[in-house]
Antibody, heavy 127, light 114 residues
Framework: EEQLVESGGGLVQPGGSLRLSCSAS????????VHWVRQAPGKGLKYVSA????????HYAESVKGRFTISRDNSKNTVWLQMSSLRDEDTAMYYC????????????????????WGRGTPVTVSS | QSVLTQPPSVSGAPGQRVTISCTGS?????????VHWYQQVPGAPPKLLIY???NRPSGVPDRFSGSKSGTSASLAITGLQAEDEAEYYC??????????????FGGGTKLTVL
């Protein structure tokens, strides 16, 4: 069974740091890009960061650029999200998500969707 | 506010048909990027419901269908059931930020089964 399991969330003071982990199983991890998506309490889903299958390419939402770092180790089937300079507005449930990338019928346009979600790990930034 | 716009809520009686709209712009849905839909029941993570505008993953009932036209997309649910009560999100890709990939979601629509 394909599975993603997040860990590492918790309560941290503003300005503090936290490292989230995402452990994968049941699929060929080294073939898949992975994203972090967060959901603030009572709010919608927001893309946070992404890393391609071999870890060479990383991307960040503008709101976390310069503060968060995504990385992976395919030998451990694990992705991490290092979060620093945390702010109140970073409070959210953080989901690890597996990406599916494909081309549309024209063969010219890449498309992305998320076919597997972890259960999430909660992060609370508060003094 | 979200890049993709959804109605905050919709409702319907059991057995009825409801639709949820997702409105974007020329930098996302209108640029040819596909729309995907997720269902989230309270206390659980989102689950893929529709991918590539119209396709259902294995296990998703054919009561759920998706469509896309121009800068908008829609999710239709027929034969509404109590278990369909959930939050629904659309998702696409937006190319308006130069050099920065940007995966975008709608703000979510709460479906209430009356």
């Amino acid at each position: 069974e394909e599975q993603l399991v997040e860990s590492g969330g918790g309560l941290v003071q503003p300005g503090g740091s936290l490292r989230l982990s995402c452990s994968a199983s049941g699929f060929t991890f080294s073939s898949s890009a992975v994203h972090w998506v967060r959901q603030a309490p009572g709010k919608g889903l927001k893309y946070v960061s992404a890393i391609n299958n071999n870890g060479v390419n990383t991307h960040y939402a503008e709101s976390v650029k310069g503060r968060f770092t995504i990385s992976r180790d395919n030998s451990k089937n694990t992705v991490w999200l290092q979060m620093s300079s945390l702010r109140d507005e970073d409070t959210a449930m953080y989901y690890c998500v597996k990406e599916v990338y494909y081309y549309d019928n024209s063969g010219l346009s890449g498309q992305w969707y998320f076919d597997l979600w972890g259960r999430g790990t909660p992060v609370t930034v508060s003094s | 506010q979200s890049v993709l716009t959804q109605p905050p809520s919709v409702s319907g009686a059991p057995g009825q048909r409801v639709t949820i709209s997702c409105t974007g712009s020329s930098s996302n849905i209108g640029a040819g990027y596909h729309v995907h839909w997720y269902q989230q029941v309270p206390g659980a993570p989102p689950k893929l419901l529709i991918y590539g505008n119209t396709n259902r993953p294995s296990g998703v009932p054919d009561r759920f269908s998706g469509s896309k036209s121009g800068t908008s997309a829609s999710l239709a649910i027929t034969g509404l059931q109590a278990e369909d009560e959930a939050e629904y999100y659309c998702q696409s890709y937006d190319n308006s930020l130069s050099g920065s990939p940007n995966w975008v979601f709608g703000g979510g629509t709460k479906l209430t089964v009356l």
